[in-house]
């Protein structure tokens, strides 16, 4: 039996979400096919290619540039990594999905913004939850006009325990690290951009990420060009489980979503009425938008349409992150536009 | 058969609050008596007075002040009349239930808690929210320690539909008028003050609004002492009716309130599930806070204790609003030390 | 001041629902006067005439009976009075409002309702929950369309405890004392008659309910005239409050109502997502219910109209209770038309 | 590459079911290998083996049963096969998931059961609601003790639309056919056998249906030996989705599960308050039991441990089909113990 004319793709990193996308390529995906995989971990690149029959294992991205039997690249390594990578393989030709951040700086992520536009190539940044089913909908209840015109919006976004200090600490910051999915969701369900933005930041969580210079609670305050006005509020810990939900109120109507849960089980007993909580983190919760994305990409690279979420898009989730830093460290709002202009 | 002995009221405004007030007095507070009602507006005051029989009806207060069977007044008279009546209450050692805002300069303020103070007469402000069965279960459970330490907070609090021009433009503004009440709430529920905040305003709903200086559309950032921060997200058009929520997130977990409906009767047909849409306003939404409000004053009075809601939180609101209009103003976030350090 | 033409009211029985509905009558409808109440414990009959302020007190009704200046009659005292106080109340004319049931006997329930007829006055049944927010608008969900022909019905209806043992005994039984509200909301939600029914009992919360003859838990099965097949789920005692609720499926779709609460507050923390129980007992959650069920009864005797739950509504859901038992007795479907014919 | 010990499985039939379990097979449950399938329809069976990649096609079930590499098949043909491959399989020792259900007569399943028992292979029946979320947890929140001592049941199970009239006509009838699943389902969550029950049918959504012999709408009544009293409620039209709920009410509280959404964003304007409608059917709503059931069966072969739903279980719900029909025929409650005796 002959398989009709698949995407030929080359997996950069297999650590945790580099072998849920191979996972889905191989398992969810038939118009994709794996046929390498690489890691500077030879042994995490093995066990990916055992669990999903990938023929060819890599420690270094370096081989599957050249081969010609490769159309796009996966690029799921660490984030120092993503801008020179995205440059190779733009030069290579290969169409390319990269993990979010494309970098932390943005001199960085201009150059490999114009590999790419010089290869004329498809590059889509991961912002998997643009393909979440609940804010999905969201998306098309505003886009349909379900709303009237947008006045205000409110992203939560909690995670259920904050990451290792070691990764904090290279990670950027609150606002590059975590805050860049709310950016980019909050222009998403806009459909318009950001020109000012105010943050109040606190280490209410741990002491320690206060000492490693970074902030562990957040609230952002953001006016919209469409003249609407929106929050973000951040935690890097809510007990309870990962609390992912939106909100967007308009001139004729609110539209908002709630957290998913493990099941619907409702008990109620002498004490109260209880449920279990919600999905623990995003590895549960987003595991539908993780495929959805990569269905999204293949689909781009196979009809030659742009991507959903471009390089643009991850340009100015950082950017708006720069924009964050600014005002917690001033102490006052700061425009889009001053951020731009020293770009 | 003989009464207990009970609280004598005069009622200052007969109009929709007052009358309200009247009802509840009459109806379902056994411990209060109302023996007088006045109003401007002779015909509102005889119709009060007939719906629930109430002996003595004048067209001013003054009257009422001069009686010596009348033990407390409830001022529900317009906004500008409110910290003179008080003043003239604390002089005639009237015990004062007096509705927000208590005025709209400190100075007046000041005057009427220093008559208060001097008087020795118990003086609450009407912050009905607090009685709230829902805000009370969300101050309980934060209080109780339900939540762990709190490190966020959001009120969300849209009206139905904005209230005339022309009371928009003495109203002293959204920040006075209808915030007032949530930077109560966000007091009430933090058990913690507001040391600086940041407002963002925007019109939205009807420009004639921003013609006559003011704004519908806001959302307000708070740091408490405590090192939380808080949202408030305002707009005086919410078309699905009162929306009228709050969350409190710490380090335990979470808290979070729902509105209120008129029924529980869910539809599901070809076309979705649907249910009817909340409480419309403050008049059904807030009718049992009413009450309690009104029986914890009488409460207070009886027993000699403190009103739950003082002079001093309606003078802080109003602060409150000061440094949120300012906020506007300059577009920068205000410390609430700055704008004290001014009165 | 002159009041308005009033309904002039006897309460016969100050016990616990005479007491609210005095409460009601003398706080809520202002178009009722309570001029007299009577209790055979004369102490419980001055305590309500104390706190709603009502002129006359007695031991017995019967001196209510002869007074030209009392239109109407609430009959609130024990179930075995009922049926000789309609008598009596009918002869005097005097339009009658009872509380359920009538009697436990379909005689006595006729020459009952034979003495109204030939009155002319008005009988009133009090199966207040037809007046409560959550079932009515069900009722016109149902009745305007919403789910097409109805074909499945499910009521479910569970008290927080069982009463005394001293109560159930002469109470007539799970099927006379508690399903009868539900027999009533079954054809009040469907607007169709019952033809068929099959009961199936069990004692599961407490064996001494067993030996006294009765059970405490119960299954209907009823086939409706209108082809719909419905159910009624009865227990003496869910330990999380008194469950209320209502579903009706149909040909267009389903509509069904939840609990009320006492507040919305949702909490999650480490160990889940929890709220409150519901309201506890009919008192809590009835109240409202109670309130326009005494006004729909004083509207129709002023205006004249019928009112909207009659002595036969009261006859039809006692016959249902004799189904319900002889279908437990003989472990067999039963045709109301069986029962009928025997009364 | 060398894939570790993989049980080794062949595919009967190739329709959406048996192409819904492949697809598991071959992308979620790494510990089973697909080696061939087959469908009287060649071109279905071949559709399937593009697509997961299985080695061999055949039409008819017989070549797998003589292979030696075989060690389970997947009876997922029409259900009049079920039976005769059951014994086919058993006799050549393969293990054996077969769909429900196993046979409409109970001579031809206790013979499948024979032959499975002398063969003494794994038989498991394809039960896939035990394994969906909502109901697996209220299972165990009863078998945890958390509601109590059970009292009373119910499920709801209501289809979107009813299949073709000539499938209908060859189903074995509603209670055969669909309520089979609802029978397991009770004795699943109850951890207890039925012993009589009672069942009330009709036909509202379809006359066709009539006509055909079948009823469209049924509610059955149930005593289990544990004394609990149950119901199950059937449609076969729902218009709002799949409706697929139950709850357990006992001695110290209740649990009950909720539908299933696509997502849960709520949209509130002028005309209420909506959400879409719950998942469609089973293939939405079930997706991921039948991979957990699939897992059980695999893992069950692999331990050689007892699979979670056997043959006998697959019998019992067949015999209360039975009683369920006679209960209807004879208009009358049907012991379990009567129907069991005439087999």
Known sequence: ????QTIRVGVIGAGRIGSLHAEHLATRIPEAEIVAVSDIRREAAERCARAWDIPEVYEAPGPMMVRDDIDAVLICSSTDTHAALIEQAADAGKHIFCEKPIDLEIARIDRALAAVSNAGVTLMVGFNRRFDHNFRRLRERVAGGDVGEPHLLHIISRDPAPPPLDYIKVSGGIFLDMTIHDFDMARYLMDSEVEELHAMGAVRVDPAIGKAGDLDTAVITMRFANGAIGTIDNSRQAVYGYDQRAEVFGSR???????????????????????????????ERYTQSYVDELRAFIRSVTEGTPPPTTGEDGRIAILMGYAAKRSVAEARPVTMEEIEMEY
């Not at 539209?255 to 983190?281: E, I």
């Open 1 to 4: 039996m002959q398989k009709r």
């Open 253 to 283: 109507g609110v539209v908002r979503s709630a957290n998913d849960y493990p099941n619907t089980a409702m008990l109620a007993d002498a004490d109260g009425v209880r449920r279990d909580n919600p999905l623990y983190f995003f590895i």
